[in-house]
């Protein structure tokens, strides 16, 4: 995924956020498979274990079994069908997640190549937010930013004004 481009400015944005919210002496779950920001979060002081490649659609058990204090799920809602059923099924009281922002104008990103890189949702902001409080979680920060290019045209240009990300974090409600 991260043959050619390296989120820089997005992996500092959510090392800020979530050192900001998550305390180096809690456990991480961090939903899907090492990557290059589990890595980072690793190298930073976190205690991380990852999810191991399982469809989260159709199996949860690593949820439900995780003793972590703290879910983290970086761009991974969009990619699921159900991501309700996921944030039910945590148990941890702790959740920084992160999405990218539907765009107005451009569509809904498809990999041709990696059935696993496509978006079935493309949130807006208060989409999330809705969806995180459905699944009894309250929303304490929040954080948006943008993701210009160095590239020409209107959407390059409108990419240096429009929000691209949104993070949370959010705590379970009892």
């Known amino acids: 995924m991260y043959e050619k481009t ?31 920001f589990s890595k980072i979060m690793s190298a930073e002081g976190f205690n991380v274990e990852n999810t191991q490649g399982e469809d989260l659609d159709e199996n949860i058990s690593t949820i439900e079994n995780s003793e972590a204090d703290v879910i983290t799920a970086f761009e991974i809602f969009e990619h699921l069908l159900s991501p309700y ?71 390059p240009l409108l990419r240096w004004f429009t929000p691209r990300y949104y993070i949370v974090y959010a705590e379970r409600v009892h």
Do not use: M
């Open 85 to 155: 059923t996921v944030l039910k099924s945590i148990k941890t009281d702790k959740l920084v997640a992160s999405v990218p922002l539907k765009l107005w104008f451009a569509s809904a990103y498809r990999s041709k190549t990696d059935q696993w890189d496509r978006h079935y949702h493309e949130f807006e902001d208060w989409q999330f937010d809705w969806l995180l409080e459905k699944a009894g979680w309250k929303i304490i920060d929040r954080k948006k930013w943008t993701n210009p290019t160095k590239k020409i045209g209107i959407r």
């Open 6 to 36: 390296y989120p820089n400015k997005r992996f500092k944005h959510t090392l800020e956020f979530l050192k900001k919210h998550i305390s180096t002496n809690e456990t991480i779950l961090d939903l899907g498979v090492e990557n290059p």
